[in-house]
């Protein structure tokens, strides 16, 4: 690579393994956790839609208020420290199916195991977990994972000059539970694959938001090519690393 990485924000081994494999059809991700003989395999890469970052700032984090916030301000936003040319991007995602069976019903299993913002289509040589702004490197040991928890559930991709005005639509459907709204369940978001994601827009600043499923801690990750540009930034849920697969799986 052009620049080296420092080792207590380069993956290890098996997340280096996940990240190479998880946008690749046919990889076999490892089994699920209740049933080791059912395997977890990425059965699909879909483009979600494509995503404005103009200030070439962007921010991964939950798009929610904060948890037991009865003013429903703005969330502060984890803001990458990383810069990336201003333009727009695919948002990819990675599905996975892993069959079960529930009370004499069979499901596919299908999941979304990870999402990414394609920058560039240069091969990944290297990866390296993001810090944000506030986040000082110093304090992060080898082994250390650092990202955003959303007690939502959910992450998103956004460009930070409009995240107040991306996270709106969000503050207002809570504001509607809060005031007692026959009807709060509508956002000014637009629903993407079924509702798996939502993007907002502001078309002021012609910037974007978009939606993910993010259970729980969520791992940001900078794919970088050869010369040390970022070619791809991953977000995965921190349990997907803990799947029993692997280089020998």
């Known amino acids: 690579m052009g620049s080296a990485v420092d080792v207590r924000l380069a993956a290890g081994p ?3 393994w996940f990240l190479r494999s998880v946008f690749n059809p046919g990889a076999r991700l490892g089994t699920r956790p209740d049933d080791p003989a059912t395997s977890v395999r990425v059965v699909e890469v879909t483009e979600v839609t494509r995503l ?10 939950s798009p929610w208020p904060e948890d037991g916030d009865r003013e429903l301000r703005t969330p502060v936003g984890r803001e990458l420290a990383e810069r990336i040319t201003p333009g727009t991007f695919r948002v990819e995602a990675a599905w996975t199916e892993a069959p079960y069976e529930f009370m004499g019903e069979h499901f596919d299993g299908r999941e979304v195991a990870a999402v990414r ?11 390296e977990m993001a810090l944000g702004i506030d986040d000082d490197v110093e304090m992060i040991r080898p082994g ?27 503050r207002e459907f809570w504001r509607g539970l809060r005031d007692g709204l026959q009807q709060p369940t509508l956002r000014a978001t637009e629903s993407l694959s079924d509702g798996r994601f939502e993007r907002a827009r502001d078309e002021a600043r012609g910037a974007d938001l978009v939606t993910f499923a993010a ?17 791809s930034i991953v977000a995965v849920a921190y349990g997907y690393h803990s799947f029993s697969g692997g280089p020998s799986a």
């Open 144 to 170: 250390d994972r650092i990202g955003f928890n959303s007690e939502a559930n959910e992450g998103s991709f956004a460009d930070a000059a409009a995240w107040p005005a991306l996270t709106a639509p969000f």
């Open 215 to 231: 259970e729980g801690s969520c791992i940001i990750w900078l794919g970088r090519t050869e010369t040390g540009s970022i070619a």
């Open 14 to 16: 098996k997340e280096d």
């Open 52 to 61: 404005r970052i103009p200030s070439g700032r962007l921010i991964v984090d």
């Open 117 to 127: 913002l394609c920058i560039t289509d240069d091969p990944v040589t290297g990866w």
